[in-house]
Every structure is written in structure tokens, then in C-alpha cells.
Antibody, heavy 126, light 108 residues
Framework: EVQVLESGGGLVQPGGSLRLSCAAS????????????MSWVRQAPGKGLEWVSA????????DYADSVKGRFTISRDNSKSTLYLQMNSLRAEDTAVYYC???????????????WGKGTTVTVSS | EIVLTQSPGTLSLSPGERATLSCRAS???????LTWYQQKPGQAPRLLIY???SRATGTPDRFSGSGSGTDFTLTISRLEPEDFAVYYC??????????FGGGTKVEI
């Protein structure tokens, strides 16, 4: 059973930076981390889900929500089965629980998110 | 950007009752790319329905999804105590951004 585990959240001042990581494990039947697209989805306190960014299995396709474009960078290291989110120029409105989600297939626009982590909390405050 | 509007915002029902949740898209969404997630307090979302009507592994058969084009529905035939949660619809088939509906809270 595939599992994903986020880390790297914390308290950061406005304008600061933070890097989130998401370690994936449990791949079977010859499938590896590189066979799956990955996404970051966040949830502000008391609010709904907001898609943040996604990356295809081979990292050839990447997309961002307009709210984070130019400030956040998604990347992956397939040799380490790890997904990253580099967050720069953080704002109070970036405060949220950040979830890492595995996609059922190699591209995020053709397959659904089927495995979610428990999330890591990012708080942007002075 | 495709906007998903869920209604009602809150559904107050009793165990054993039927729940009907609506998800309306601002433009047509292929059934293939419409999913439903369930989220309980303090937990991550859990995949419930994919392809508009296919139950994910572990989803009880009291949950069913239907719809096409711009109107989709999640139905819970007989509510169990563990079904009280927030439900989100989600689309991903068009160009980015991927979007979620605002959620429907099913409460007792």
C-alpha cells in the first residue's frame, strides 16, 4: 500500500521561505514513484481544499495555482521517491495545512488523486 | 478556470436518511475527470468516487455518484453515523488549474 508523508511545516515570518517534503513508499508490482504524478493541496483553517501545484511523473509537466505562481516551486527526486514544495515570499494567506497527494497515473490531468498524506501545517505570522 | 459550486453548504439529516449532494460546474466537465472526496475533522481527504460514478476501494455501496456535463450528484442512500463529514467534488481534466468545490457538510 502506497503511503505519503509530509514534513517541513512550521512557523515562518511574512516574506520568509520554507521547503516542504513528501516521502512516498510502498510501491509494488514494478511501479515506482516516477510512474505517478504528484500534487500539493492546501486547506486554510476552517476553509475548503485548494489545489496548489502538480508535477507529472517525469517532471516534464508542472502547473501552479495563480495564487502561488512565481513564489512556489514544485520539484521531485524520483531516486529518493520524494516530492518538494519550495515556498518563497510567504504571506499570511498561505497559512494552511499542506497535503501531498499521489495521482493514480503519470499525469495529473488524466488521473485522480488517490492517496493523501496527513498534512503538514504552515503558519505565516510575525 | 472551471468553478465548481456545491450545494447545499450544509445538510442536516439523521442516520438512516438519504443525502443528496450537488456539484455544478461553470463549464462542461468530462465524467472521467470528476471525483468526490470525504473529509472528517482533523483528517486528510479520502477518495470516495472517481470517474463520476465509480466507487473507490473501500467505499461502501450506499455511496453512489451520477451526472454529466455540468451537473453531478453524490448520493448516500442511508446515512450511517460515520458518514457525517464534509464532501468535496473535484475536477482535473481540463487545463490547469485543477479545482475543488467549496464542500458540503453533512451533519446530524
Amino acid at each position: 500500500e502506497v503511503q505519503v508523508l509530509e514534513s517541513g511545516g512550521g512557523l515562518v515570518q511574512p516574506g520568509g521561505s520554507l521547503r516542504l517534503s513528501c516521502a512516498a513508499s510502498g510501491f509494488t508490482y514494478g511501479f515506482t514513484f516516477s510512474h505517478y504524478a504528484m500534487s500539493w493541496v492546501r486547506q486554510a483553517p476552517g476553509k475548503g481544499l485548494e489545489w496548489v501545484s502538480a508535477i507529472s511523473g517525469s517532471a516534464t509537466d508542472i502547473d501552479y495555482a495563480d495564487s502561488v505562481k512565481g513564489r512556489f516551486t514544485i520539484s521531485r527526486d524520483n531516486s529518493k521517491s520524494t516530492l518538494y514544495l519550495q515556498m518563497n515570499s510567504l504571506r499570511a494567506e498561505d497559512t494552511a495545512v499542506y497535503y501531498c497527494a499521489k495521482t493514480f497515473g503519470i499525469h495529473y490531468q488524466y488521473y485522480y488523486m488517490d492517496v493523501w498524506g496527513k498534512g503538514t501545517t504552515v503558519t505565516v505570522s510575525s | 478556470e472551471i468553478v465548481l459550486t456545491q450545494s447545499p453548504g450544509t445538510l442536516s439529516l439523521s442516520p438512516g436518511e438519504r443525502a443528496t449532494l450537488s456539484c455544478r460546474a461553470s463549464q462542461s466537465v468530462s465524467r472521467t475527470y470528476l471525483t468526490w472526496y470525504q473529509q472528517k475533522p482533523g483528517q486528510a481527504p479520502r477518495l470516495l468516487i472517481y470517474g463520476a460514478s465509480s466507487r473507490a476501494t473501500g467505499t461502501p455501496d450506499r455511496f453512489s455518484g451520477s451526472g454529466s456535463g455540468t451537473d453531478f450528484t453524490l448520493t448516500i442512500s442511508r446515512l450511517e453515523p460515520e458518514d457525517f463529514a464534509v464532501y468535496y467534488c473535484h475536477q482535473y481534466g481540463n487545463s490547469a488549474p485543477l479545482t475543488f468545490g467549496g464542500g458540503t457538510k453533512v451533519e446530524i
